[in-house]
C-alpha cells in the first residue's frame, strides 16, 4: 500500500499564502493522478485542485488564478501552492493519488492538513 504524508498547513492571514507537500511512501509505482480535496465545517468535501498525467491541470472555479498544483513525479511528491488566500478557503485539506493496480485504479489518501485563513 501507499502512504501519504501532508505538510504545509497553518493559520495564515487574508491574502496571505502556503504551500502544501504530500509526500508519498513509495517510489516504485506510477500515479494516474494526484490531487487535493479540502472540507470545511459543515461543508462536503469538495475538490480543488487535480494533476493528470501529462501535466494537465484542472481547478475548482472558486481559487482558480489563486491556487497553482505541481507535482514531482521522480521524488513522489504532490504539492498545492495557494496564494492570495480568502477566509472561505478554510478547510482541512487532503491530497491523494490515484494508482493503477493491477486491475483497478486505486486512490490513496493524505491524513489531512488543516489550514485556517483569518485575521
Known amino acids: 500500500q501507499v502512504q501519504l504524508v501532508e505538510s504545509g498547513g497553518g493559520l495564515v492571514q487574508p491574502g496571505g499564502s502556503l504551500r502544501l507537500s504530500c509526500a508519498a511512501s513509495?517510489?516504485?509505482?506510477?500515479?494516474?493522478?494526484m490531487g487535493w480535496y479540502r472540507q470545511a465545517p459543515g461543508k462536503e468535501r469538495e475538490s480543488v485542485a487535480s494533476?493528470?498525467?501529462?501535466?494537465?491541470?484542472r481547478y475548482a472555479d472558486s481559487v482558480k488564478g489563486r491556487f497553482t498544483i505541481s507535482a514531482d513525479n521522480a521524488k513522489n511528491m504532490v504539492y498545492l501552492q495557494m496564494n492570495s488566500l480568502k477566509p472561505e478557503d478554510t478547510a482541512v485539506y487532503y491530497c491523494?493519488?490515484?494508482?493503477?493496480?493491477?486491475?483497478?485504479?486505486?486512490?490513496?489518501w493524505g491524513q489531512g492538513t488543516q489550514v485556517t485563513v483569518s485575521s
Open positions: 491523494y493519488v490515484d494508482i493503477l493496480g493491477r486491475y483497478v485504479e486505486n486512490r490513496y
Open positions: 513509495r517510489s516504485t509505482f506510477s500515479i494516474n493522478a
Open positions: 494533476i493528470i498525467s501529462g501535466g494537465r491541470t
